[in-house]
């Protein structure tokens, strides 16, 4: 018969007091981690107003499954994740608003999924400090809250690595195997390129490092890859000539993939420009880009720190992968947006804050007030420099939207009304919220040839906005024009009728 533990009224076994003390261990890194992402969501929702509409590649996204307008022309190097996130709002709501509230909840939801993964393979401070350093940056802040998919191939990233060192830590577990399947599938989804440099250094440790191969891990992780990147690779064959067709757009429409050197660029657009093309100009103020060389410096930090704790695994995964993430961002184009790097920064954040948690810890007791005082100091100067390029970011943006929102209402005045066509400057967002569907008779955005256009005019309702300062489309000489704002439009026949 098995043997039972009989305990006194009152008193519990030794096995449950275990089970207890790690319930509450658990419950603490959890507040610790949940602190982090709940202020996540209070700052997006505080700093980047729910009011401000969408941007241009927003529009495309969100067009995908609204009802309110026809979708956008979808271009290559695009992928459906941002769509099929958006869609339990977009599909039924126009509210601008509602939906930056939706995501703002969701990304920070995710962010604490994300940090969860590390736990038990960092301290719980080391990562409610990574992930506050990660969600203070102003790109975090002003993406997260975006119909936009860097930041979630960034929180797949973050995921993906955590999973992939506890698989290699507890070989037994199967959950770390699905959560790296998952973290793949949702990278893929969002941007499948993107996916594939952020796993290459995993890929290449599964199959060229004896001590690190693990079937169920390479095939997990592959699946995962293939799951997410299937619709992508399937609409190359249906929509766009070709997987290496597409491949070959996208690389085009990117300026074309090769040898660039855009390390400058992407210091120019750390100043607040969400597209830095062409990028030109001087520098800005050091002080605006100064973390940014700081993250290479304490990231040799941390895997110093990491090496002689004997525990180098858990910070080279992260590092390896950052790097990979950034590489063709910082190297192969030859433009920048700072969205493009979040993903390494994700990765970096964690091996960053232990780097300085474990230094602050190591100096001397008599100076360590003085080392504890100097971060807290170069932490609130990085936090107000953060918060001012971010000020001064929505400002700008949403200035322009409201533009945007103020010729689409003029379109709608002049009868360009749904059914409806826009082509010319910023026709996609201006058309999205006028309704009508958006044209471009040349370009890689090319959805409607010229011939094609002039007949559609006839019984559609056309406006096409140029700046004034040349000669209309050959197709809209003999149209109406009317000045309104900077801007000359010229309305079709049919919306002259209507």
């Given at each position: ?82 769509p099929v996130l958006v869609a339990p709002v977009a599909a039924w709501s126009s509210s ?246 979040l993903p390494a920064y994700a990765l970096l954040a964690i091996p960053v804050a232990d780097g300085v948690a474990h230094t602050v810890a190591a ?136």
């Amino acid at each position: 018969m098995p043997r039972t533990v009989k305990t006194e009224p009152g008193h519990t076994s030794p096995g449950e007091q275990a089970r207890s003390a790690e319930a509450r261990w658990c419950r603490r890194q959890n507040s610790w981690l949940a602190l982090v992402a709940g202020t996540f969501v209070l700052a997006q929702i505080a700093l980047v107003r729910p009011g401000m509409g969408l941007g241009w590649d927003e529009t495309v996204y969100v067009s995908q499954v609204s009802a309110h307008a026809p979708a956008a022309y979808f271009s290559a190097p695009r992928a459906r994740g941002v769509p099929v996130l958006v869609a339990p709002v977009a599909a039924w709501s126009s509210s601008t608003p509602l939906l930056r509230i939706y995501l703002a909840l969701l990304s920070g939801l995710a962010l604490f999924l994300a940090l969860r993964v590390w736990r038990g393979l960092f301290p719980a401070r080391v990562l409610a400090i990574g992930g506050a350093l990660f969600a203070s940056l102003w790109v975090t802040l002003y993406y997260g809250p975006q119909a936009m998919p860097n930041f979630w191939v960034a929180m797949g990233a973050l995921a993906g690595a955590g999973c992939f060192l506890r698989a290699q830590e507890d070989r037994a577990r199967r959950a770390p195997v699905w959560g790296l399947a998952a973290s793949a599938a949702l990278m893929a989804l969002m941007r499948p390129t993107d996916a594939v440099w952020v796993c290459l250094p995993l890929l290449v440790a599964l199959i060229a490092v004896r001590r690190w191969r693990h079937w169920r891990l390479l095939v997990g992780l592959v699946a995962g890859l293939v799951a997410g990147a299937g619709e992508w690779v399937v609409e190359a064959y249906v929509s766009y000539g070709g997987l290496a067709q597409r491949l070959a757009d996208g690389s085009g429409i990117q300026g074309g993939l090769g040898w660039n050197v855009a390390v400058a660029d992407q210091m120019r657009s750390l100043v607040g420009r969400s597209l830095c093309r062409p990028c030109v100009g001087a520098l800005p103020n050091p002080t605006l880009y100064a973390w940014w060389f700081a993250l290479p410096v304490l990231a040799v930090l941390a895997l110093v720190v990491a090496v002689r704790a004997g525990r180098t695994a858990r910070t080279l995964v992260p590092l390896a992968c950052a790097a990979a993430a950034a590489f063709p961002y910082l190297f192969l184009i030859d433009y920048a947006a700072p969205r493009f790097l979040l993903p390494a920064y994700a990765l970096l954040a964690i091996p960053v804050a232990d780097g300085v948690a474990h230094t602050v810890a190591a100096a001397p007791r008599a100076w360590r007030p003085a080392a504890v005082t100097l971060v807290a100091l170069v932490v609130v100067g990085h936090l107000a420099v953060q918060y001012a390029v971010l000020d001064r970011l929505v400002g700008r943006a949403t200035a322009g939207h409201r533009d945007w929102a103020r010729t689409a209402q003029t379109l709608n005045r002049l009868g360009v009304r749904a059914p409806c066509l826009v082509a010319g400057g910023n026709n996609v967002p201006i058309a999205f919220r006028a309704g009508c569907a958006s044209i471009d008779t040349t370009g890689y955005n090319a959805n409607m040839t010229a011939a094609a256009l002039t007949r559609t005019a006839g019984r559609t309702p056309v406006a096409v906005l140029t700046d004034g300062t040349g000669a209309p489309p050959s197709y809209a000489r003999t149209w109406t024009s009317v000045r309104w704002e900077g801007l000359r439009i010229y309305l079709s026949p049919a919306a002259r009728a209507s």
